[in-house]
């Protein structure tokens, strides 16, 4: 996998909370960081698919 370096502006509370959980898990703050960031999509993506299978259980109750 390539990758792609980014810039985050955080404010000071998000950066030492960051550096604080980092410290506390014995990780660096860019692993936290990722983690963050893969845990959010994943979650997002878990909630898309259990908006559309609600909507197709919906569906079946309403045939046309």
Not at 47 to 59: D, P, T
Request: glycine content about 4%; proline content about 2%; hydrophobic content about 45%.
């Amino acid at each position: 996998m390539r990758a792609m370096e980014i810039t985050l502006c955080t404010s000071d509370q998000q950066t030492e909370a960051l550096r604080r959980q980092a410290a506390a898990e014995g990780r660096s703050v860019q692993a936290v960081a990722l983690s963050a960031i893969d845990e959010y999509i994943a979650r997002q993506a878990d909630e898309a698919k259990a908006a559309a299978l609600e909507a197709f259980i919906v569906g079946l109750g309403n045939p046309r």
